[in-house]
């Protein structure tokens, strides 16, 4: 076990997901249901869910394309994002 990588993936993304869409909409099912168990654990399998699938992605995808590539064209369309919401396209 690389404890470097996990606990590096650990705190990324605890700050990248601390207020995001994920965790309002997670506060306000709680809110609206009163059933904090059943949302944790709902949450807990669709977030566990789309890791599986974007670690399965990123393992093919690091076969057919170089990861620095990958890295660039990830920070390109997450700058593209932004700033088509920073525009209100959406």
Known sequence: MDWKVLLGTFGLLLV????DKTQLAV????????APMPVFVGAFLALGLVTLLGVACGEALTRLVPAEVL???SAGL???????IWFDVF
Do not use: D, Q
């Not at 990248?16 to 207020?19: K, N, P, R, S």
């Open 16 to 19: 990248a997901e601390l207020g």
């Open 27 to 34: 506060i306000n099912m709680t809110a609206r249901h009163k």
């Open 71 to 73: 890295r660039r064209v």
């Open 78 to 84: 997450f700058v593209l994002m932004g700033l088509l």
